[in-house]
């Protein structure tokens, strides 16, 4: 199996190079941002993109480990869709039957699915999230710490939902929104809103991304 390139070397790039290397995967080089190369990070190398990838290359797979969710879409539509993109499921991560994982998804640390549950691409999964089942996760989409999400909820492309936040179940978390941390999502959330609180309330709202 090809080695991995793991796209950004900072906090998230750690956590996941110490996912791969749970798996048993060889991890080639970190990759940034031209001017940002500096000493190798955990033993690995760090490249300038250009020098590492420019066009993503076959004979590689690729982790987009960048926080944002918006600069995880944009680092795939500069490497090309067609790059082979892998997913990290960390072996602590208990998954039931039935769960589909999208290629450069990252389930980081303890997580628990149980069943009939659908993880879009480069979304990520951070340790202690919990998600029910008829669940779904869409392409870049984030989950905090600790977010629990209860059945047939629907996070939509590219929603950020902050630490411990909760989801009620049969919400639908519209695209490019943002949950705020604690939050408890009782109702849908709109697209490009922003709720907080204790039941999460809007405090404003932006255009989707990409529209």
């Not at 996912?19 to 970190?30: H, K, S, Y």
């Amino acid at each position: 199996m090809n080695p991995v390139r793991i796209v950004g070397a900072g906090a998230l790039g750690r956590e996941t190079l110490a996912a791969l290397r749970a798996l048993g995967e060889e991890v080639q080089c970190f990759l940034v941002e031209p001017g940002f190369a500096g000493e190798p990070v955990r033993g690995i190398a760090v490249r300038e993109i250009a020098q590492g990838a420019g066009v993503a290359r076959d004979d590689a797979r690729y982790v987009l480990a960048v926080g944002v969710n918006d600069a995880r879409r944009r680092l795939m539509q500069a490497l090309g869709e067609q790059a082979d993109y892998a997913s990290v499921v960390h072996p602590a991560a208990t998954i039931g039957p039935y769960v589909e994982i999208e290629a450069g998804a990252m389930i980081i640390g303890r997580v628990s699915m149980t069943t009939d549950i659908k993880i879009g691409r480069h979304a990520l999964i951070n340790p202690g999230c919990n998600i029910s089942h008829d669940c779904s996760v869409g392409d870049f989409a984030s989950l905090g710490p600790g977010v629990s999400l209860a059945g047939r909820v629907t996070i939509e492309e590219g929603a950020n939902l902050g630490v411990g936040a909760v989801v009620a179940p049969g919400v639908v978390v519209g695209a490019w929104s943002t949950v705020g941390a604690g939050a408890v999502v009782i109702r849908n959330v709109e697209p490009g809103a922003t709720v907080v609180g204790v039941p999460a309330r809007p405090i404003v709202r932006r255009e989707p991304q990409g529209a």
